[in-house]
């Protein structure tokens, strides 16, 4: 197929977008970015703003970051392939001179991110507060052969500030589209007896931002994954009493029903009263703007498809496409992988396959992890690649040639999760303090060596 350079506007500024714009530009499209917020970095973007009126929505705001927020992954394994997320000369903890922890607080990352931006020049490529309304085909498909040729992509500009008058601008001439509007903003919430008539507080993580509010009140926390341990921890010193309900959305939550009086029933017959109730319970995908007829559907909030290879929609590829979409990868570095990919599709360096054959790999798609879990599979899990970051690897040869990851950094990242699930091999090696107590391996230890990464300062690696 010979090269050709399409105009591709890519929905979303967060690390997904701008790595995505990164590589169409490398590889001499014509992009624009649509970024609905003021600024760049997506969830990064540390936004106070919470919706009283709306506490279990989306309340008004892209990020579910709160304030207290540190990374869970470690800094040396978090840079784009050929941009690591380097130390800071200076250290302040998460002030203008840089935080120099392993596992840094979010706006470290923050940092980092517009780094990346300038370093490539990325700015002028990108319109802020431009939220995308409306995507769809602006001529009639073909045959089902991916043969769209053009997209129209409606948005409302505010200029200015984010206050200021909106405009609704329609345009019409985009080749293709690719959507990386990420997956942590539309709280996933379980259903529980007597939820609706529940008078006391009830949020979701995604609104929540601090603690102050919660002062000497009995919370429970719903939910133990990486937000449910960090926020139950962060109220432990501020509450009277929190009770972590250690069951999940994903497996039946533990909390049996609400009562309006305040009072807690769990499965297993206890009760406490509580005054709120903060549901760290997960997020569901979100395409509002996406008119595709019916060709790309998202399953229950849980599984977008069909997806070729979590990438591509076989109907509509490859003017169509998702980056970001994966769950429990390396991120940035999946996500530049699948946008390298795209790029590499769209200017016709790279075939794929034909949509039927695509089409029966995103319905078969297999992961043996994912096998292992009996009585059907989840559908939350349709897009979970647990981690593998050996599957990583493959998909990033596979489909354009990606660099594997050094085996040092994997290493960092399993024994990170090892300890924050609690299975560390040291003493306080735990999910409390996996961030700042840690003890590097040999072939880490080595790698960090060999690349030049500095010992990480304010944390310690215990005997
Ligand atoms: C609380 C929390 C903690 C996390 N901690 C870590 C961590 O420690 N390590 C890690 O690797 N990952 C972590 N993550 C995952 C994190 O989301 C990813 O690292 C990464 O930021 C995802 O980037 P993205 O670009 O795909 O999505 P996002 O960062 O969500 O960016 C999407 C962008 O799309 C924009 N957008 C959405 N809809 C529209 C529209 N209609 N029009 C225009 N723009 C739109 C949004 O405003 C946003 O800027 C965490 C996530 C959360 C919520």
Same mark, same amino acid.
């Given at each position: 197929?010979?090269?050709?350079?399409?105009?591709?506007?890519?929905?979303?500024?967060?690390?997904?977008?701008?790595?995505?714009?990164?590589?169409?530009?490398?590889?001499?499209?014509?992009?624009?970015?649509?970024?609905?917020?003021?600024?760049?970095?997506?969830?990064?973007?540390?936004?106070?703003?919470?919706?009283?009126?709306?506490?279990?929505?989306?309340?008004?705001?892209?990020?579910?970051?709160?304030?207290?927020?540190?990374?869970?992954?470690?800094?040396?394994?978090?840079?784009?392939?050929?941009?690591?997320?380097?130390?800071?000369?200076?250290?302040?903890?998460d002030g203008a001179g840089g935080d120099?922890?392993?596992?840094?607080?979010?706006?470290?990352?923050?940092?980092?991110?517009?780094?990346?931006?300038?370093?490539f020049g990325l700015m002028d490529a990108?319109?802020?507060?431009?939220?995308?309304?409306?995507?769809?085909?602006?001529?009639?498909?073909?045959?089902?052969?991916?043969?769209?040729?053009?997209?129209?992509?409606?948005?409302?500009?505010?200029?200015?500030?984010?206050?200021?008058?909106?405009?609704?601008?329609?345009?019409?001439?985009?080749?293709?589209?690719?959507?990386?509007?990420?997956?942590?903003?539309?709280?996933?919430?379980?259903? #529980?007896?007597?939820?609706?008539?529940w008078s006391r507080r009830q949020l979701?993580?995604?609104?929540?931002?601090?603690?102050?509010?919660?002062?000497?009140?009995?919370?429970?926390?719903?939910?133990?994954?990486?937000?449910?341990?960090?926020?139950?921890?962060?109220?432990?010193?501020?509450?009277?009493?929190?009770?972590?309900?250690?069951?999940?959305?994903?497996?039946?939550?533990?909390?049996?029903?609400?009562?309006?009086?305040?009072?807690?029933?769990?499965?297993?017959?206890?009760?406490?009263?509580?005054?709120?109730?903060?549901?760290?319970?997960?997020?569901?995908?979100?395409?509002?703007?996406?008119?595709?007829?019916?060709?790309?559907?998202?399953?229950?909030?849980?599984?977008?498809?069909?997806?070729?290879?979590?990438?591509?929609?076989?109907?509509?590829?490859?003017?169509?496409?998702?980056?970001?979409?994966?769950?429990?990868?390396?991120?940035?570095?999946?996500?530049?992988?699948?946008?390298?990919?795209?790029?590499?599709?769209?200017?016709?360096?790279?075939?794929?396959?034909?949509?039927?054959?695509?089409?029966?790999?995103?319905?078969?798609?297999?992961?043996?992890?994912?096998?292992?879990?009996?009585?059907?599979?989840?559908?939350?899990?349709?897009?979970?690649?647990?981690?593998?970051?050996?599957?990583?690897?493959?998909?990033?040869?596979?489909?354009?040639?990606?660099?594997?990851?050094?085996?040092?950094?994997?290493?960092?990242?399993?024994?990170? #999760?090892?300890?924050?699930?609690?299975?560390?091999?040291?003493?306080?090696?735990?999910?409390?303090?996996?961030?700042?107590?840690?003890?590097?391996?040999?072939?880490?230890?080595?790698?960090?060596?060999?690349?030049?990464?500095?010992?990480?300062?304010?944390?310690?690696?215990?005997?």
């Open positions: 197929m010979a090269w050709s350079s399409k105009k591709v506007c890519v929905v979303g500024a967060g690390v997904s977008g701008l790595v995505s714009a990164r590589e169409l530009r490398r590889e001499g499209h014509d992009v624009t970015v649509m970024e609905q917020s003021g600024g760049v970095g997506g969830q990064w973007l540390y936004d106070p703003r919470t919706d009283a009126s709306d506490p279990l929505g989306v309340a008004g705001a892209h990020s579910s970051v709160y304030a207290s927020l540190r990374l869970n992954t470690p800094r040396e394994s978090m840079g784009f392939s050929d941009y690591p997320f380097v130390y800071p000369a200076g250290n302040d903890d120099a922890r392993r596992y840094p607080g979010h706006a470290e990352f923050l940092r980092y991110i517009r780094r990346f931006c300038d370093a990108v319109r802020l507060n431009t939220k995308v309304l409306h995507v769809a085909p602006s001529a009639p498909r073909g045959h089902g052969d991916g043969s769209v040729t053009r997209w129209t992509v409606r948005c409302s500009s505010r200029h200015g500030d984010c206050d200021g008058e909106a405009v609704t601008t329609e345009e019409t001439t985009f080749d293709a589209v690719v959507v990386a509007v990420g997956q942590f903003t539309q709280p996933r919430l379980p259903v #529980i007896n007597g939820m609706d008539k979701h993580s995604h609104s929540y931002r601090v603690p102050d509010s919660f002062q000497d009140e009995a919370v429970v926390v719903v939910g133990c994954h990486a937000s449910g341990v960090d926020i139950a921890l962060e109220l432990r010193a501020v509450a009277r009493d929190v009770h972590v309900s250690v069951k999940s959305v994903d497996d039946g939550v533990a909390i049996e029903r609400l009562c309006e009086d305040g009072q807690v029933t769990f499965a297993d017959g206890s009760r406490v009263v509580a005054d709120s109730i903060v549901y760290c319970t997960g997020y569901g995908y979100s395409f509002p703007f996406l008119d595709t007829g019916g060709l790309v559907t998202v399953d229950d909030g849980s599984r977008v498809g069909p997806l070729y290879e979590h990438t591509f929609p076989p109907a509509l590829a490859p003017s169509l496409s998702f980056v970001g979409v994966p769950k429990r990868v390396v991120v940035p570095r999946f996500y530049e992988t699948q946008a390298r990919w795209v790029a590499e599709v769209l200017s016709g360096r790279r075939a794929l396959p034909s949509s039927e054959e695509m089409m029966r790999a995103a319905e078969g798609y297999h992961h043996p992890a994912r096998e292992m879990m009996v009585a059907g599979v989840p559908k939350h899990l349709a897009h979970d690649i647990f981690d593998d970051y050996d599957y990583c690897d493959e998909f990033g040869e596979k489909h354009c040639g990606f660099p594997r990851l050094e085996r040092w950094k994997k290493e960092l990242r399993w024994s990170s #999760i090892a300890r924050q699930r609690g299975e560390g091999e040291g003493e306080g090696e735990d999910s409390e303090s996996f961030r700042d107590v840690y003890r590097d391996s040999d072939l880490v230890r080595e790698g960090l060596q060999a690349q030049g990464w500095p010992w990480p300062a304010g944390s310690h690696q215990h005997k």
